[in-house]
């Protein structure tokens, strides 16, 4: 369930363009292009055309955002293998700087996370966790990922 890194775009001032709710295959932000590209086991996320990230492990891949507040852009790529131990993870691009970039795969297998953009520009990502604590908050800030459980 991990996505590896295929190339880099330089990015220019985000804006938000469609609802940050729904999951899709294709997300405007800016300007700029989110797709994903393939079927059953082999996915492609493209920015702009260009291959970004792949996933070649998991049967569904979609986008769910943008994400924005503070200065800060990202989206998260949900990674779902079609089984029942684990309904999704996640992965976030951050399309804040002048690079994009995507963080490691994270969540509790919840696949109805609930993700917002902290006043201080961080994306804060909450999922459900089937045993106590409740909850897994994972944050991402400058393409780095940390991760807490809570349990509200």
């Known amino acids: 369930m991990k996505l590896r890194l295929l190339s880099c775009a330089a990015m220019a001032v985000l804006t938000i363009t469609t609802a940050a709710s729904a999951a899709t295959t294709a997300i405007s932000v800016g300007g700029h292009q989110l797709s994903v590209q393939g079927s ?9 055309g260009r291959p970004f990230v792949s996933d070649d492990s998991d049967m569904f891949v979609s986008l769910l955002g943008p994400y924005n507040g503070a200065g800060h852009t990202y989206v998260l790529v949900m990674e779902q293998s079609g089984g029942n131990a684990c309904a999704a993870v996640y992965q976030a691009i951050d399309l804040s700087g002048s690079v ?8 509790s297998c919840d696949d109805e996370p609930h993700a917002h953009v902290s006043k201080s520009g961080q994306l ?19 393409g780095h990922l940390t991760s807490t459980t809570a349990n509200r």
């Open 40 to 48: 059953s086991t082999s996915h492609t996320v493209t920015l702009d």
């Open 100 to 107: 994009a970039r995507i963080t490691p795969s994270f969540g």
């Open 124 to 142: 804060v990502v909450r999922t459900r966790r089937a045993q106590p604590p409740r909850y897994e908050v994972d944050v991402v800030r400058d």
